[in-house]
């Protein structure tokens, strides 16, 4: 049986020494955030330094035939520091690469860059720039926090699982781009093609970081997300693809574009919302922040579950332990691309 991408970075973390050995501190510093989270941190002066890596490769992440290289530069920096929204840190500065075939192409993907840095705040401190065959940028984002950064990690039995917004509108917007074109997609999902070209910084979770226990972006697509939440914490969790908020735009003409459109807003990615989660007695007042599309199980749910015969999805976790991710209703078709 194939090894999934949560599988082979588990490995990853393991031949690091990560998880064998749960590190608590780094050169002397006290770490923050555990390995296996959107980002890294650890405390140096009184503050939390959060930091985050990401990278766009051309006809991966980006395509030139419906994207301008300026929207291609500001789509990639967005996507990059929402690593560090998700932990409920403001981004203060960004190391950039960048390659590619052709200077002045180069050069525009950066002014892209540059704006959005600019609208959104973040210093750009240096990096790196080499010809090759593709483009490719690449940004190694950082921020300072009063506070503990929030992390994939303190999910614990009842907690209830929410969305920051809207999702499928970014595989709404890529697929009506690849098959009518960017004319027809700004006519008819304006507000999806915007979503997919400047992703959303939800900055709203900074002000209800008090009541945040988990977080982390759902740039692999809700499930996906929700999946990670459980291998990192060995807990299971019940997922509610019937829940998942819907544009007008994505209700309207999702269905003219997929066979299964539940299941592609649900295992999508793309969309970069917030994936939070929060005591059972906040869940009523944090919905106002995002929808409730999960709950973490407790043994005796899961053994519940099990019983009734709910759909699952079985992952390894962190400790090599089996986890469950249940679906009461039917279990979904999985749209979600390997990064490797």
């Given at each position: ?23 608590s501190h780094i050169l002397g510093l006290r770490i923050s955030t555990p390995w ?305």
């Amino acid at each position: 049986m194939k090894e999934t991408e949560i599988e082979r970075i588990i490995k990853l973390g393991r031949k690091l020494g990560w998880i064998r050995k749960r590190l608590s501190h780094i050169l002397g510093l006290r770490i923050s955030t555990p390995w296996g989270s959107d980002s890294f941190s650890f405390k140096l002066n009184g503050k939390h330094l959060v930091l985050s890596s990401d990278q766009a490769v051309e006809k991966v992440h980006f395509d030139f035939e419906f994207m301008t290289p300026e929207e291609v530069g500001e789509r990639a920096l967005r996507c990059a520091i929402s690593d560090i929204i998700a932990t409920a840190t403001y981004p203060g500065f960004a190391l950039f690469n960048i390659s590619g075939k052709d200077s002045r192409v180069i050069e525009k993907i950066g002014d892209g860059v540059i704006a959005c840095a600019d609208k959104i705040g973040v210093k750009l401190i240096g990096g790196d720039i080499s010809k090759s065959d593709i483009y490719s940028l690449s940004f190694f984002v950082g921020g300072f926090s009063s506070f503990k950064p929030i992390s994939r990690f303190g999910a614990k039995p009842g907690y209830h699982i929410h969305i920051t917004g809207t999702v499928g509108d970014s595989a709404l917007a890529l697929a009506v781009l690849k098959q009518k074109g960017r004319k027809y997609a700004e006519k008819h999902i304006p507000y999806a093609l915007e979503k997919f070209l400047k992703p959303p910084l939800r900055t709203s979770i900074c002000r209800i970081r008090k009541n945040i226990k988990f977080s982390a972006d759902s740039s692999d697509g809700p499930l996906r997300t929700v999946e990670w939440i459980c291998a990192v914490n060995g807990v299971s969790a019940e997922f509610f693809p019937e829940r998942m908020p819907f544009s007008d735009e994505f209700l309207r003409y999702a269905p003219l574009f997929f066979r299964d459109p539940q299941s592609v807003s649900a295992t999508w990615g793309d969309d970069y919302e917030i994936v939070f989660g929060v005591k059972e007695s906040d869940f009523l007042s944090m919905r106002k922040f995002g929808e409730v599309i999960g709950i973490i199980l407790s043994p005796y749910d899961v053994k519940n579950a099990k019983r009734k015969n709910y759909p699952f999805k079985k992952i390894k976790s962190f400790s090599g332990e089996d986890v469950f991710v249940f679906f009461t209703l039917r279990k979904v078709r999985e749209f979600t691309f390997e990064h490797f």
